[in-house]
């Protein structure tokens, strides 16, 4: 853990509290990164998008089970159907996505390296990428739901959409990489825009106290801290493609 | 049919790329593009690009996620939407893409 958690001597009000959070994601996008920002240009090689790919699998097929930690902690009905929805979507095909995100996501991964699924499972995740996952958990199992909540939408989803689409329009115009093979980015471009408002709504509606906000803004720190070490890492090309 | 036109990027050369969605899936969660018509657009949008001469690509997909909107079509690079589309629909999107790619040209 690299961030602080402060103590608010009393509650922001609403538009102080909206401010600082995304004065803090300032800077700190995901299209803020080089690694993005270089497969838009055509200039990261294939072992770096390969490396991203595989990656971004072992980020992603955790989803699931730190949502429904979550939605195993929730009291208020409302916003455990709202976990509930969000769930199936991530966990299977039945509402956003052809398969389970997971699935999306292995797809793009063996289909870019050329590895197989048992290969992409098996791949020496790195501790910083371990790390993330860990702390992903943490945060569903300690925080106030509404905290972990915000942790995942307003941290990284909420301009997670521009990040898919440089990435997506990259592959596609650079990699010839086909919409088909990339859906795992192709899905959230879109999709999910109308997240960003929610999960802001939702944290500025239900997290109201020094305690809380305190709490927040310490995610927002720290998730960002671990998505920087996530794409500094993906730029390590680390892997050795077979196609 | 529903549009949400964006901005063709001004440094943009290359070949547009039309993304139809095609998704056929068990409809009791959401609604799916492919069991409304997706497979017929693309066809159709095939045919009057090739009619026309233009230098599209149309490419199919299984979801762009949002699947209440659909029958559901991406332009790409400028991220145009398409929403709520039929074939009846797809030379309007034809014409709107020769238009973008002659003022890129121009």
Redesign the interface.
């Known amino acids: 853990m690299v961030a602080v958690l402060e103590k608010l001597p009393k509650p922001l009000a609403r538009e102080e509290f909206l401010k600082e959070m995304v004065r803090r994601i300032d800077g700190k996008r995901h299209s803020d990164y080089p690694m993005v920002n270089l497969i838009r240009a055509g200039k990261a090689t294939r072992q770096q998008i390969g490396y991203l790919g595989v990656l971004f699998y072992h980020f992603t097929k955790v989803t699931p089970q730190v949502l429904s930690t979550i939605h195993s902690r929730c009291d208020d009905r409302r916003i455990r159907r709202r976990i509930m929805d969000t769930l199936?979507d991530e966990d299977t095909?039945?509402?956003?996505?052809?398969k389970g995100h997971d699935e999306l996501a292995l797809d793009f991964g063996t289909r870019f390296t050329g590895l197989s699924e048992d290969e992409v499972e098996s791949f020496p995740v790195p501790q910083s990428i371990k790390d993330m996952v860990a702390y992903r958990f943490k945060v569903a199992r300690e925080m106030p739901v509404t905290v972990a909540l915000g942790n995942s939408g307003i941290a990284s989803e909420s301009h997670a959409p521009q990040m898919c689409?440089l990435i997506?329009?990259g592959l596609?115009?650079h990699y010839g990489v086909?919409?088909?093979d990339q859906?795992s980015w192709?899905?959230?471009?879109?999709?999910?825009e109308d997240h960003s408002e929610t999960a802001f709504k939702v944290v500025l509606d239900k997290v109201t106290t020094a305690e809380d906000q305190a709490k927040m803004l310490w995610c927002i720190d720290e998730y960002l801290f671990h998505w920087g070490n996530f794409w500094k890492e993906c730029e390590k090309g680390r892997i050795i493609l077979r196609k | 049919m529903k549009a949400v036109l964006r901005p063709w990027p001004v440094d943009f050369t290359?070949r547009p790329?039309v993304?139809v969605c095609i998704?056929d899936?068990?409809e009791?969660?959401?609604p799916c593009c492919g069991r409304h018509g997706g497979p017929e657009i693309v066809a159709a949008l095939r045919e009057a690009v090739a009619c026309r001469g233009l230098n599209v690509d149309v490419?199919?997909?299984?979801?762009?996620?949002?699947?209440a909107k659909g029958p559901n079509l991406?332009i790409?690079?400028s991220?145009s939407?398409y929403n709520a589309m039929t074939v009846e629909d797809v030379p309007a999107v034809v014409d709107a893409l020769d238009s973008d790619l002659k003022s890129a040209k121009a």
Not at chain 1, 93 to 98: A, H, I, K, W
Not at chain 1, 186 to 192: A, M, R, S
Not at chain 2, 59 to 67: E, H, N
């Open positions: 199936i095909e039945l509402r956003c996505g052809s689409r997506s329009d596609r115009e086909n919409d088909e859906e192709i899905v959230h471009i879109d999709g999910d | 290359g790329t993304t998704n899936r068990d009791r969660f959401a490419q199919t997909i299984k979801c762009l996620g949002l699947c991406r790409a690079p991220g939407l």
